[in-house]
């Protein structure tokens, strides 16, 4: 089953390090991985940083809510129009944020991924105003580890130019 191939899955990560080549190129182990909600639900983090397919949220944004509160902050990494919105049906705007951010990455096996670009800087927005603070300390904690964030107030126009490029670059990456 799936629950058993997870482990085995993450011990790279933990052992070797997760590995990135090509527009970067480094390798750093992961101190603590989790396998489930319920284990993030533990111990939970000041940040959840969400990267999964849009139609997946709302089940993902439900099993956070069991354990969200004000200063838990949940950023959607994601591509889409209003995936961020889709959070904040369940989460609420106040710790919702959203991300765009232009880089390409493939899978070349566990916990080894292979990054053909990588354009900084990536961008950040809170939905509520009341958050800029906390936009403004993950746009730094991301930039101090190397991945350059800035907070804007233009973040709606950003996830628009970067959908229409993803719709018009994917279909001809995809045939060539």
């Not at 058993?4 to 080549?21: F, K, N, Q, S």
């Not at 838990?72 to 995936?83: A, C, L, M, P, R």
Request: with cysteine.
């Amino acid at each position: 089953t799936l629950c058993d191939v997870i482990p085995e899955l993450l011990e790279p990560a933990a052992t070797r390090g997760i590995i990135i080549e090509g527009a970067e190129s480094f390798q750093h182990p992961v101190a603590k991985t989790v396998t489930s909600i319920d284990d993030l639900a533990k111990d939970p983090p000041d940040v959840i940083i969400i990267t999964v397919k849009a139609n997946a949220l709302p089940l993902i944004a439900s099993a956070i809510e069991s354990f969200h509160n004000e200063g838990i902050y949940v950023v959607s990494w994601q591509n889409g129009i209003d995936t961020e919105l889709e959070l904040a049906k369940t989460l609420g705007k106040t710790n919702v944020m959203r991300a765009v951010v232009n880089y390409g990455c493939g899978l070349a096996g566990p916990a080894h991924v292979n990054m053909p670009f990588h354009h900084m800087p990536h961008f950040i927005q809170e939905l509520d105003s009341k958050s800029a603070d906390a936009a403004e300390a993950v746009a730094d904690s991301f930039s101090a580890c190397g991945l350059v964030t800035e907070r804007t107030d233009n973040i709606v126009s950003m996830v628009w130019r970067k959908s229409i490029m993803n719709a018009s670059m994917n279909p001809v990456c995809a045939v060539t």
